[in-house]
């Protein structure tokens, strides 16, 4: 039996060859215009874009600003700059601290500070950070050229009072440590500029002497228990940068226009009911960042786009108040969440101080990547 053969007409087979190909082209454009609009694709290319930062060891924090990841090429490249750059500027500042008038100490195995710091009254700056020393000693009076006292995170319970004997102090940081006040001789510096007393937990006020500080440009008392801003805070006339936040406020004072160069004014954490009008006033102001969970009244015009002040309002932030039985492990595990806290913040506002404005949203999307 011979082959049966089936004769078509090729132009036939043409046609329809043809009219294949032709939609799928169709369907591949279509295709490519959905997934350009889907958030597939934006996901991949975040995906991919977070893998190569992690090939590269660049911190999340760097590249994942306020929930959002920017993945342009130019911040790849501003990130490993600045990476460079950092890698530099461990040896200045080692540079910095190796000179004759620095002194530097740190460690948990320091308890008090060594004898021999007496003799050397020549010395300019401070630098003594996660030691377990309770008390600077009185004879720091002796240091009349001290320009910098930084003393974050020890265990110090108290300053004493010759400590207003230090006439050219510009900065004094005694961040995370355990005092309940701050004594009134600390008035008498008046070269004084930054001023960070945050983290204490314990701290209620200031002393009223502190108004003599007119050159004070930077006031940190965050993450203790100031239920009003102190008076003496309000009469500092040159201040620019202050943070009060996660305290006990409930409200502003009146008077809080006083402050007529404050730039960055930060709230949050607090139990603020409303904002007085007259926060409308301080013309310099550009920041303003308060929890707005219990606020019910605020002036509107601080919602104005057209102002330069970035106003920030943050809801939904709930505060872990899981407590430790035992209060010393407990008070280390909270001043190491506020600590956490600062950071976490002093991010974000960095953040919004390089935007040109403030999203009026922002929607939060979780996901859990793992390379």
């Known amino acids: 039996m011979g082959?049966?053969?089936?004769?078509?007409?090729?132009?036939?087979?043409?046609?329809l060859w043809e009219t294949r190909v032709k939609k799928h082209k169709v369907w591949q454009k279509k295709e490519a215009e959905r997934l350009e609009k889907s958030a597939l694709e934006k996901i991949k290319e975040e995906w991919n874009f977070v893998a190569e930062c992690r090939r590269k060891g660049i911190p999340q924090a760097q590249y994942c600003k306020n929930g959002f990841i920017d993945t342009s090429v130019r911040l790849l490249e501003k990130i490993e700059r600045n990476s460079l750059s950092r890698q530099s500027s461990p040896s200045k500042e080692r540079d910095k601290r190796s000179s004759p008038f620095v002194f530097e100490l740190s460690g948990e195995h320091w308890e008090e500070l060594p004898d021999s710091l007496k003799e050397q009254t020549h010395l300019k700056e401070w630098h003594i950070s996660n030691t377990l020393i309770h008390i600077i000693p009185t004879y720091i009076e002796l240091f009349q050229a001290m320009r910098i006292l930084d003393l974050p995170k020890n265990h110090i319970s108290r300053l004493p009072a010759e400590i207003g004997c230090l006439k050219n102090?510009?900065?004094?940081?005694?961040?995370?440590?355990?005092?309940?006040?701050?004594?009134?001789e600390l008035g008498d510096c008046e070269n004084l500029e930054k001023l960070d007393c945050s983290g204490n937990l314990e701290l209620t006020e200031l002393p009223f002497e502190l108004s003599n500080l007119k050159q004070v440009t930077f006031v940190d008392i965050s993450a203790n228990k100031f239920s009003s801003v102190p008076i003496c805070v309000l009469?500092?006339?040159?201040?620019?940068?202050?943070?009060?936040?996660?305290?006990?406020?409930?409200?502003?004072?009146?008077?809080?226009?006083?402050?007529?160069?404050?730039?960055?004014?930060?709230?949050?954490?607090?139990?603020?009911?409303?904002?007085?009008?007259?926060?409308?006033n301080l013309k310099k102001l550009t920041l303003l960042v308060v929890s707005g969970d219990d606020l019910v009244e605020l002036p509107?015009?601080?919602?104005?786009?057209?102002?330069?002040?970035?106003?920030?309002?943050?809801?939904?932030?709930?505060?872990?108040?899981?407590?430790?039985?035992?209060?010393?492990?407990?008070?280390?595990s909270e001043q190491d969440r506020q600590r956490f806290d600062k950071e976490v913040m002093?991010?974000?506002?960095?953040?919004?101080?390089?935007?040109?404005?403030?999203?009026?949203?922002?929607?939060?999307?979780?996901?859990?990547?793992?390379?």
Not at 173 to 181: E, G, H, R
Not at 259 to 279: A, D, G, M, R, V
Request: charged share 25%.
């Open 235 to 280: 009469r500092m006339s040159n201040l620019q940068w202050l943070d009060i936040s996660n305290n006990k406020l409930n409200d502003l004072p009146q008077d809080i226009d006083r402050l007529e160069e404050l730039q960055t004014f930060l709230l949050y954490k607090n139990k603020l009911t409303y904002l007085p009008y007259e926060l409308l």
């Open 346 to 371: 002093k991010a974000y506002i960095e953040d919004l101080k390089e935007r040109e404005s403030v999203p009026s949203y922002t929607t939060k999307v979780s996901l859990n990547l793992q390379l």
């Open 3 to 15: 082959h049966k053969v089936v004769v078509f007409d090729i132009s036939v087979v043409r046609a």
């Open 169 to 184: 102090l510009k900065e004094l940081n005694v961040s995370f440590n355990y005092l309940k006040s701050i004594p009134p």
């Open 300 to 332: 509107t015009a601080l919602c104005d786009s057209s102002t330069p002040l970035k106003f920030v309002n943050l809801m939904d932030n709930p505060i872990d108040n899981t407590r430790c039985q035992d209060g010393e492990e407990m008070m280390e």
